[in-house]
Nanobody
Framework: QVQLVESGGGLVQPGGSLRLSCAAS????????MGWYRQAPGKQRELVAA???????NYADSVKGRFTISRDNAKNTVYLQMNSLKPEDTAVYYC???????????WGFGSWGQGTQVTVSS
């Protein structure tokens, strides 16, 4: 079983910054893509940013130039640096990761974190 634990959410004023972290643990052999999603009240969950094991990144148009995703493969951790935050960035942010795990056998996994609240308000 693979668990993802997020941290770093909170309340910030417009124009401020936050850094989210997500650490994966368990019997992990390898992690392919890792990403951040968000879900605002009454809206569907949407992809914010994703990063491959090789470091290729992809961003939602709404966050390009403001958010930066990065990862530490040795620590199985992904980060999301959020700058110039806007009220419309308010949402629960979820970490997602997929890869290969092992135990008595090997299997592919796709896991979600529990979510962390980000509120941008004055």
């Amino acid at each position: 079983q693979v668990q993802l634990v997020e941290s770093g959410g909170g309340l910030v004023q417009p124009g401020g910054s936050l850094r989210l972290s997500c650490a994966a643990s368990g019997s992990i052999f390898s992690i392919n893509a890792m990403g951040w999603y968000r879900q605002a009240p009454g809206k569907q969950r949407e992809l914010v940013a994703a990063i491959t094991s090789g470091g290729s990144t992809n961003y939602a148009d709404s966050v390009k130039g403001r958010f930066t995703i990065s990862r530490d493969n040795a620590k199985n951790t992904v980060y999301l640096q959020m700058n110039s935050l806007k009220p419309e960035d308010t949402a629960v942010y979820y970490c997602n990761a997929g890869g290969i795990a092992y135990g008595s056998s090997w299997w592919g996994f796709g896991s979600w974190g529990q979510g962390t609240q980000v509120t941008v308000s004055s």
